[in-house]
């Protein structure tokens, strides 16, 4: 089956230590997202690609960088954890044409805890 | 500024009954909504979507109705079963060209009970 995945399901890392969650997907769709969602609030785009194009938010913190390496792979790195991005974090991807790129298809996620 | 919003954060609805969730928005710029469902554990998956040129759209069970000068729409699941229980999220996009980039309500807990 087509799918998003996120590895791994479950990060724990120290206040200050560089962590990075990474997404892969099988779909071969062109455009790939990072969401954060912190508990009983909405999904927060953090930034997409477009191909190889990177398109931050205005407001995602620098603290936040990521990288693709090719279509199938992203990779979400925080350099320096701080306790309030504690969140789960979500992949995305969709089609970047036609009437179902409105669609997007989202891993499971990856929750991830600063101590 | 929450430009979508969700304002039931939970629903409670017989097995059967309809169960019907709102959602509202505040930017005219947006140009297709969409409903996503998700259960515990997994991220969000698709469900049913609307383009802002219509007012109605209808898949099985499933039937989305968007207001326009309201700036409103409304999810109904007929009938509701209990494994349409689930966080029911609506969103919002905005479409850059090539890429849809969404806006999501802080969702609705929908359970069906027997």
């Known amino acids: 089956d087509a799918m998003v995945i996120q590895n791994p399901r479950y990060q724990v890392t120290q206040f200050g230590k560089p962590v990075t969650l990474s997404c892969s997907q099988t779909?071969?769709?062109?455009?790939m997202y990072w969401y954060q969602q912190k508990s009983s609030q909405a999904p927060k785009l953090l930034f997409h690609?477009?191909?190889?194009?990177?398109?931050n938010e205005a407001d995602t913190p620098d603290n936040f960088q990521s990288r693709r390496p090719n279509t199938s792979f992203c990779f979400l790195d925080i350099r320096s954890p701080g306790l309030g991005d504690a969140a789960m974090y979500l992949c995305?991807?969709?089609?970047?044409?036609?009437?179902?790129?409105?669609?997007?298809?989202f891993g499971p996620g990856t929750r991830l805890t600063v101590t | 500024d929450q430009q979508v919003k969700q304002n039931s954060p939970s629903l409670s609805v017989q097995e059967g009954r309809i169960s019907i969730l709102n959602c509202d928005y505040t930017?005219?710029?947006?140009?297709?909504f969409l409903w996503y469902k998700k259960y515990p554990a997994e991220g969000p998956t698709f469900l049913i979507s609307?383009?802002?040129?219509?007012d109605k759209n209808e898949d099985g069970r499933f039937t989305v109705f968007l207001n326009k000068s309201a700036k409103h729409l409304s999810l109904h699941i007929v009938p509701s079963q209990p494994g349409d229980s689930a966080v029911y999220f609506c969103?919002?996009?905005?479409?850059?060209?090539?890429?849809?980039?969404?806006?999501f309500g802080t969702g609705t807990r929908l359970q069906v009970t027997l």
């Open positions: 995305a991807t969709s089609r970047d044409w036609g009437s179902s790129h409105y669609e997007q298809y």
């Open positions: 779909l071969n769709h062109n455009v």
């Open positions: 690609y477009y191909d190889k194009d990177f398109n």
């Open positions: 930017n005219s710029m947006f140009d297709y």
């Open positions: 609307i383009s802002s040129i219509k």
């Open positions: 969103a919002a996009s905005r479409d850059t060209g090539t890429a849809s980039k969404l806006t």
